[in-house]
């Protein structure tokens, strides 16, 4: 973890990025401990240097999606990676998503769970992980 000033930088640059309002970032500034602010920091990931803008879609969001497209059965770890990126996503993020077709690999992961018979507890799990994902997106 960088030093506290660094953090605190940091951590208001995610919240500015995520275009909080003044007082709520005032709030949460106050409130929150430095190893919250920095996990906040490493979970927003705008400071990543993979080679993507690290606030818009990248590559390593392309090769997320498409393991989630190419896999017979979905891990539940990646659809929880991309609903948390789709929950906090920018104007920027969401449209990159679009872009890659994001929505029609989820629509096709929820088609060939729902045409399975019989339907596992594996099924539904990772139903309602794409399920969470499109609620995302609406938001």
């Known amino acids: 973890m960088p030093d506290e000033e660094k953090v605190a930088q940091m951590y208001e640059a995610v919240l500015d990025h995520l275009l909080t309002k003044p007082d709520i970032k005032q709030k949460l500034t106050a409130s929150m401990s430095m190893e919250k602010k920095w996990q906040f920091v490493k979970m ?5 240097n993979s080679g993507s803008s690290g606030s818009g879609w990248g ?8 393991s989630i497209e190419k896999a017979k059965t979905p891990d539940i770890a990646n659809l929880k990676r991309l609903k948390a990126s789709l929950q906090f996503a920018n104007k920027e993020f ?3 998503f679009l872009s890659a077709g994001g929505v029609s690999v989820l629509l096709k992961a929820i088609e ?14 990772i139903l309602y992980e794409i399920m969470t994902c499109c609620k ?3 938001n």
């Open 44 to 48: 927003n990931d705008i400071f990543d």
């Open 59 to 66: 590559s390593k969001q392309n090769v997320l999606l498409a």
């Open 94 to 96: 969401m449209e990159g």
């Open 112 to 125: 060939s769970r729902l045409t399975r018979r019989p339907v596992t507890e594996l099924d539904v799990a």
């Open 136 to 138: 995302a997106i609406m």
